[in-house]
């Protein structure tokens, strides 16, 4: 396994990210146990989820499956990197009109305390905003989220979903404060959805963030079944989507065949490549799905690749605003 800073902090993460989306919902908790237990022998330190998976009317499920796991002991917890989100509503009348999807101080509060609970941990290393709330000042976040720093139940903050000019503001306003701001930015990106190119990775990669991206193989739709017309996952059904891009996706299965390996080995290897991504998130249902996605790390893509690639998916032409104007 190969190990990267997450953006400007000190803290070392695999290349692989774990994530856990799919653990109580379309992957059991034994199988759960056994893919976080080969992931950590293989190397991979960096685990994410969110508090709000586990599956329609399940929210907090998948979060409790690892806090199980940890339990079990035998260093588990003291081995991961463990990054969880708040946002997110959890279908529970406790907070009334303050638990609904969004950030603010009393929510953190709360939805942190609860996390923590359910993971049997008294500290999580990354505290993700699920989504950008405009509607909050960062003086209200930036001052929750130090007084976790502070209480030692949060080491970093990281965003997901957010546009460029957020992560611009949000590490201004912590600039102000004398605070570290943000470490990592969860984003969604992949050879199909390469609009991040734009803003979001240059962006992050000035200002100290490393990119995890989610969904890099686009719900499978990028994976090595995706021309048989598989039934997609996150991204909602392929079956539309495969007939979209078939000659895309075509070619893609063609070239990678010429590589010797498989189109989401190639496509999680191109991803990676990226100089502002830390470490995209695999999120596997099966632990023959993970042991397929390890070989990652060893694919080294050269730039006749890579311009291949481009070919065949092609990205806005660089960062903003060189790619639209001169």
Not at 68 to 93: C, H, I, P, S
Not at 226 to 240: D, V
Not at 308 to 315: A, T, V
Request: aromatic share 8%; hydrophobic share 40%; charged share 25%.
């Amino acid at each position: 396994m190969e190990y990267a800073y997450l953006g400007k902090s000190g803290l070392k993460v695999s290349r692989i990210c774990l994530g856990t989306m799919n653990f109580g919902d379309r992957t059991d908790e034994q199988e759960s146990f056994r893919i976080m237990d080969t992931a950590l022998d293989a190397g991979i330190n960096f685990f994410d989820t969110a508090n709000v998976y586990g599956g329609k009317g399940n929210a907090g499920r998948t979060e409790e499956i690892i806090g199980r796991w940890f339990k079990q002991g035998g260093g588990r917890r003291e081995k991961v990197v463990l990054a969880t989100k708040v946002y997110g509503g959890m279908g529970n009348d406790v907070d009334g009109p303050n638990g609904e999807r969004g950030l603010s101080a009393y929510k953190i509060r709360r939805h942190l305390e609860a996390s923590l609970q359910r993971l049997q941990t008294d500290h999580v290393e990354l505290y993700q905003m699920h989504h950008i709330d405009r509607s909050v000042s960062w003086h209200e976040l930036w001052g929750a989220f130090e007084v976790a720093v502070y209480q030692g139940k949060i080491g970093y903050v990281g965003s997901s979903n957010f546009a460029g000019w957020d992560i611009a503001v949000a590490q201004k306003e912590a600039e102000k404060r004398g605070f570290l701001g943000l470490v990592s930015e969860q984003h969604k990106y992949s050879l199909l959805t390469r609009q991040p190119e734009l803003e979001v990775l240059p962006a992050s990669e000035a200002l100290g963030l490393g990119v995890i991206p989610w969904s890099p193989l686009e719900g499978g739709l990028l994976g090595r079944n995706a021309l048989k017309k598989i039934e997609g996952s996150r991204s909602g059904g392929n079956a539309e989507r495969v007939e979209k891009h078939q000659a895309q996706l075509e070619q893609f299965e063609a070239f990678s065949a010429e590589l010797g390996e498989a189109q989401d080995t190639v496509a999680l290897a191109w991803v990676l490549a990226n100089p502002a991504v830390t470490a995209p998130i695999i999120g596997p249902r099966t632990l023959d799905q993970l042991e397929s996605a390890l070989r990652i790390v060893d694919v080294k893509l050269g730039e006749a690749e890579l311009k291949r690639l481009d070919e065949i998916f092609p990205g806005p032409g660089g960062a903003a605003p060189n790619a639209y104007a001169w």
